[in-house]
């Protein structure tokens, strides 16, 4: 546990930065730009609507979540007396400080500055969808999963039902008894609350259909292609398609294909890492989660602004330790972060019309992850495949799985943190 000194300050600067977020979701202060809480107030109001009746919004393709995303989105039910999006917004704060708070817990304050600093550098947007529910999800189960990977895997199982990403968490457990422990504790949670949902609710599964027919949003890695196109006389455009702006026309297809065939190529780096891995730390699961998360973020079809804070989150517990290797990456997500909140919302315009400036933006936005990702698994890579070979961990079923050794020559805490 941090000392009173070393955790009253980020806490005093968590509070001033949120109490800004807060005046910006209440609309107190207000941004340039389009208005970021609409998605509360106006879609999200309106699938609890419908959820309310028994029955997914199986007609709305916008809706593209996974079941459990409806205990999200009816999640302001329990504070009636707020009216919905105000209650939205205080279950956001409050899942901010469960954060904050279980950073704060695992004894290093640098974590935390990542996750104070981060959240307020994507603006009013980290308030006003619940991706950051879904990232104290995410956060608390790899906090966990080094002394509990029953735990790890149960919270990841519960986070891929919201949206989809947590279950990477579980990429980085060690071989034997804790990767069998964790990966069955995942797939019996989402088997149970898949299930459940499936049976008392028609359309849990209608977001798979609604997910596939996606193109290429203006903000990802592939739409950059299309926007330097636009400057040489393409014909296609741009228009709201899927609850995001999507290009349209000529050669859109060709540019999906090439990012799901990048992501197809980062599944399978993956599961060369894994098969190749040799050494693992208590360190491993949260930066082979970081890496591998930054790899389907970076190449996918679509960047939402909000999905930065996957990668806050997943930044702040890698770097917990003073021996992470993951400091650089997790310094160009921060940058990433507050370039976002350029491109969206106070330049979006710009981004939509294709003006040099947008453009730029994005270009910049993009290439800070692109580096965050190859540098991120470069070094993942390096620790785990090519480092020097050291002492398994007892009970793994693999004599590669390693921690490193502690003074005296014992494994100690070290090995006990991975069962």
């Not at 389009?34 to 309310?52: C, F, M």
């Not at 028609?202 to 193109?215: E, H, K, N, V």
């Not at 930044?315 to 921060?334: H, I, K, N």
């Amino acid at each position: 546990m941090a000392g009173a000194c070393g955790t009253r300050f980020p806490v005093a600067v968590w509070l001033l930065t949120r109490a800004a977020l807060l005046l910006c979701v209440f609309k107190v202060v207000t941004l340039p730009g389009p208005d970021v809480t609409t998605d509360v107030s106006v879609i999200y109001q309106g699938w609890y609507e419908v959820l309310r009746t028994g029955t997914y919004p199986l007609s709305d393709v916008t809706w593209q979540y996974p079941p459990a995303a409806a205990l999200a989105v009816a999640s302001p039910a329990v504070l009636p007396f707020l009216g919905y999006a105000s209650a939205f917004f205080a279950l956001t704060f409050l899942c901010d400080a469960l954060v904050l708070g279980l950073l704060l817990r695992a004894g290093r304050a640098r974590g935390a500055w990542v996750w104070v600093a981060g959240v307020p550098l994507l603006g009013p947007t980290s308030y006003a969808r619940y991706d950051l529910m879904v990232t104290a999800v995410g956060v608390a189960a790899l906090l966990a999963g080094a002394r509990r990977p029953r735990l790890l895997g149960a919270l990841a199982g519960f986070g891929a039902l919201l949206k989809v990403w947590p279950l990477l968490l579980l990429v980085g457990t060690p071989p034997g008894r804790a990767t069998r422990r964790a990966w069955a504790a995942a797939a019996g949670t989402g088997a149970v609350l898949a299930g459940a949902a499936c049976a008392t609710m028609p359309g849990a599964l209608s977001f798979l259909t609604f997910q596939r027919d996606r193109g290429t949003e203006i903000e990802s890695l592939g739409a950059l292609v299309l926007h330097v196109a636009r400057r040489f006389g393409w014909e296609g455009g741009v228009m709201l398609n899927y609850g995001s702006m999507e290009f349209v026309g000529p050669y859109v297809g060709v540019v999906s294909t090439a990012a799901l065939g990048l992501s197809v190529l980062a599944f399978g780096w993956l599961v060369r890492w894994r098969l190749g891995a040799r050494e693992f730390t208590a360190g491993t699961v949260p930066d082979a989660a970081f890496a591998s998360v930054l790899l389907f973020t970076t190449t996918s079809r679509v960047i939402s602004p909000q999905y930065m804070l996957w990668l806050v989150g997943l930044a702040a517990v890698c770097v917990l330790p003073r021996t992470s290797r993951m400091g650089l990456p997790a310094v160009l997500v921060l940058a990433a972060t507050g370039v976002t909140l350029l491109e969206f919302p106070l330049f979006f315009a710009q981004v939509v019309n294709g003006d040099p400036l947008g453009v730029l933006l994005l270009f910049v936005r993009n290439g800070l992850l692109a580096a965050a990702t190859l540098i991120a698994c470069r070094r993942l890579w390096r620790d785990t495949v090519s480092g020097p070979r050291r002492e398994p961990v007892p009970g793994s079923a693999d004599a590669g799985a390693a921690v490193p050794r502690v003074p005296g020559g014992r494994t100690g805490q070290a090995s006990r943190s991975l069962r």
